[in-house]
Each structure stands twice: as structure tokens, then as C-alpha cells.
Nanobody, 129 residues
Framework: QLQLVESGGGLVEPGGSLRLSCAAS????????IAWFRQAPGKEREAVSC?????????DYVRSVKGRFTISRDDSNNVVYLQMNSLKPEDTGIYFC?????????????????????WGRGTQVTVSS
């Protein structure tokens, strides 16, 4: 049974850092692109970052997080990470990971939440002083 578990969220002050983890069971992530999305209260789920399968290793970020967030993967442990630095209050939300429908982010519209059929329960990130 496919299961994704996001963790690592918490309360952090502006300028702080967090590292989120997306751990999978029931599926091997190494052949899939994996994306992170977030959802703020009252807003739609929005794309954050995507990483292609390890054979390609390409990454992509939305403009608002580029230069501050880094996505990576550890296929030996079936985990994808999102390192978030220089956090801002607007980064607040529930963060979700989802397996893409291709092995490369550029092979589908990775920024569209409709491209994903499965999500974990998410982890809450709150950036506040």
C-alpha cells in the first residue's frame, strides 16, 4: 500500500531554517519525479519544487523559493527532502509531497496539483516572530 509521510515542519522565526522529509512506503521513489507543494489557509495548493528521478537529477523551483529552498533525494532510504532557508512568513502552510506521473519534472506540468493522484497528510510549517 502506497504511503507518503511528510515530517520536519514546525514553528520558526523569519530567517530561520527547516528541513522537511517525505518518506515513502509501498513504492520505490527512485524512478519517479517527486514534488513538494504547500497550502496556506484559505488558499489553493501551490507548487514549490520538483526533483526528477536520480538518473537525471534535475530540479526546479517556483520563483518565490528559488535560492532559498533546496530539494534533494536519498533513494537508498526512499526519502525526498526539502531544505528551507531564509524562511519568510509567506512560506507558512501545510507542505505536501507527491509522486509525479513521469520520471522527469519537465515531462509533465509539475506545477499543477491536478497532475498528482496521491499525497501524504502534510506537515505544518509556521513562520512567525
Amino acid at each position: 500500500q502506497l504511503q507518503l509521510v511528510e515530517s520536519g515542519g514546525g514553528l520558526v522565526e523569519p530567517g530561520g531554517s527547516l528541513r522537511l522529509s517525505c518518506a515513502a512506503s509501498g513504492v520505490e521513489l527512485d524512478g519517479l519525479a517527486i514534488a513538494w507543494f504547500r497550502q496556506a489557509p484559505g488558499k489553493e495548493r501551490e507548487a514549490v519544487s520538483c526533483i526528477s528521478s536520480s538518473g537525471y537529477g534535475s530540479t526546479d523551483y517556483v520563483r518565490s523559493v528559488k535560492g532559498r529552498f533546496t530539494i534533494s533525494r536519498d533513494d537508498s532510504n526512499n526519502v525526498v527532502y526539502l531544505q528551507m532557508n531564509s524562511l519568510k512568513p509567506e512560506d507558512t502552510g501545510i507542505y505536501f509531497c507527491g509522486p509525479g506521473r513521469s520520471f522527469r519534472c519537465s515531462h509533465y506540468v509539475w506545477t499543477s496539483a491536478q497532475e498528482y493522484s496521491f499525497w501524504g497528510r502534510g506537515t505544518q510549517v509556521t513562520v512567525s516572530s
